[in-house]
Nanobody
């Protein structure tokens, strides 16, 4: 049984930073691309970032590029998202999930699974 746990969210002022973590068990973590997605109330889940199975390639949504950095530690089955220069529009529940593939492809949310409970990020203005 795959278990996914996101952590690291919280309340932060605009311009601040947070580091999210996602720990996965029950899965050959290193075989799959991993992604961070977020969902604000009343909105669809959107892709934030994706990283390939080796970590050699990373992808970012236009709204976070240059501010967020995704990384992974395959030895410890952990995914991270360093978020800097946070903005109020970054407020959302953040989720991590694994792709069915080792590469990110178009990294649509529908191609990912094994979502955790999420971690709430709230950025005040």
């Amino acid at each position: 049984q795959v278990q996914v746990m996101e952590s690291g969210g919280g309340l932060v002022e605009a311009g601040g930073s947070l580091r999210l973590s996602c720990t996965v068990s029950g899965l050959n973590f290193g075989d799959y691309a991993m992604g961070w997605f977020r969902q604000a109330p009343g909105k669809e889940r959107e892709g934030v970032s994706c990283i390939t199975w080796t970590g050699s390639r990373t992808y970012y949504g236009a709204s976070v590029k240059g501010r967020f950095t995704i990384s992974r530690d395959n030895a410890n089955n952990t995914l991270h998202l360093q978020m800097n220069s946070l903005k109020p529009e970054d407020t959302a529940m953040y989720y991590c999930g694994n792709s069915r593939e080792s590469l990110c492809g178009n990294w649509h949310a529908g191609d990912f699974g094994n979502w955790g409970q999420g971690t709430q990020v709230t950025v005040s203005s």
